[in-house]
């Protein structure tokens, strides 16, 4: 299918700013709900694009960096199977089994890109040295615009692939392996949701994951229905909790109002 030039731009200045994302996560833009559903937004297959980073995120619940350890690069992954999908004439499906490949090569990518920026980080070194900020301000810059040339680039290269070929291609690659990476992909779901509940379980959590579990098997309703549920059964556990009422039993029967006693446990962390 072909796309405007406006959107072929909007993907590459999306693609860019996921790979600048992808080392601040300040706005979590790198992730594959947000991805997919821009792309899809630039498109104007909305539906598509949500559905297709709905799924890519489901996988990338469990990908997180910690310390020098490289998580799977979400960034590349939901930004080259957000354009197969959506300008390439791929399979949801399709785009889903990909997806956990080039996640592994984007993390081979950058690991590589962060090698490289090693001399910047010398050079950043050198003019804090000479007390010059801006020497400083543009290594910054520098390094952090090669990490979104790490995905912008390989982004205009899929663009510029031929629909036809790229059909082609993913008509070439065997049933058995297609379908193994989609059940891989399934398993990594998995894998993804374990360990959210595992840094998220606690004695007071567990009750509201068996309340949402039996809800969401015995009833019909929806996820938006579920998470209206979900967020009033929190805002009642803050408002009856010791922990942020100081013990009252009411929120203004306590030690302080809810918000100051939010206010202070976020200034501790």
């Known amino acids: 299918m072909d796309i405007s030039i406006f959107a072929a731009i909007a993907i590459c200045i999306i693609a860019l700013f996921a790979g ?23 498109t104007g297959n909305l539906t598509e694009g949500l559905l297709l980073g709905g799924q890519l995120q489901l996988i990338a619940l469990g990908w997180m960096n910690i310390g020098a350890a490289q998580a799977p690069d979400a960034a590349l992954a939901g930004v080259i199977a957000g354009i197969l999908v959506l300008t390439k004439g791929a399979s949801v499906s399709e785009g889903i089994a990909i997806a956990v490949p080039l996640a592994i090569a984007g993390q081979v990518l950058t690991i590589f890109v962060r090698t ?4 910047l980080a010398h050079y950043a070194d050198g003019q804090a040295e000479k007390g010059s900020i801006r020497g400083v301000e543009s290594a910054n810059m520098m390094a952090l615009g090669l990490q979104g040339l790490r995905v912008m680039i390989p982004a205009i290269a899929t663009l510029a692939l031929p629909a036809s070929a790229v059909q082609g291609a993913l008509a070439a690659i065997p049933d058995w392996i297609t379908g193994g990476l989609a059940v891989g992909g399934g398993m990594i779901v998995a894998v993804g949701y374990a360990m959210v509940i595992n840094m998220m379980a606690t004695k007071t959590t567990w009750p509201f994951f068996f309340i949402g579990f039996a809800l969401a098997a015995v009833t019909e309703l929806n996820l938006v229905a579920m998470g209206i549920i979900g967020l009033a059964l929190a805002l009642i556990y803050i408002e009856l909790s010791p922990q ?12 302080g109002s809810v918000d100051a006693q939010l206010d202070a446990i976020l200034e501790d962390y």
């Open 20 to 42: 600048f994302e992808s080392v601040l996560d300040s706005f979590q833009l790198h992730q594959p709900i947000l991805v997919c559903t821009l792309i899809g937004l630039a």
């Open 116 to 119: 490289m920026t090693v001399g």
């Open 244 to 255: 942020f009422n100081g013990g009252g039993g009411s929120g203004s029967g306590g030690s």
